[in-house]
C-alpha cells in the first residue's frame, strides 16, 4: 500500500489542527481559558501542575496523538509539549 506525500502546506494544517487538539488538552486539564495559553508558560512553575495533572496531561496525549509519550521536566513549557506532540 502506498503512502501519499503530504504537501508542505498540508503538513503545516495538520500540524495547526494538532496544535488546537493540544490546547484544548491542556485548557482542560489546566483549567485555563484560549487567552491564557502561552508558549512560554512552564507546566510546574508557572501553571502549578500537581502529579493529578500530570497523569491527566500523560493520558490525554496519549488517548488523542496515538499513543505519544510526553516528557515532564522542570522547566518544561507549552512550548516544549507542543515540540514533542506537534512537531515530531
Known amino acids: 500500500m502506498m503512502c501519499p506525500k503530504l504537501a508542505?502546506?498540508?503538513i503545516a494544517s495538520m500540524k495547526a489542527l494538532m496544535g488546537?487538539?493540544?490546547n484544548a488538552v491542556?485548557?482542560?486539564v489546566f483549567k485555563l481559558g484560549p487567552g491564557d495559553i502561552r508558549p512560554e508558560l512552564a507546566l510546574l512553575g508557572d501553571l502549578?501542575?500537581?502529579a493529578a495533572q500530570r497523569s491527566r496531561l500523560r493520558q490525554l496525549v496519549?488517548?488523542?496523538f496515538d499513543g505519544a509519550s510526553l516528557e515532564i521536566a522542570a522547566g518544561t513549557t507549552i512550548a516544549d509539549v507542543r515540540?514533542?506532540?506537534v512537531e515530531n
Request: glycine fraction near 6%; hydrophobic fraction near 45%.
Open 62 to 64: 496519549a488517548e488523542y
Open 83 to 85: 515540540a514533542q506532540v
Open 8 to 10: 508542505d502546506s498540508e
Open 20 to 22: 488546537g487538539v493540544l
Open 26 to 28: 491542556i485548557m482542560e
Open 48 to 50: 502549578h501542575m500537581d
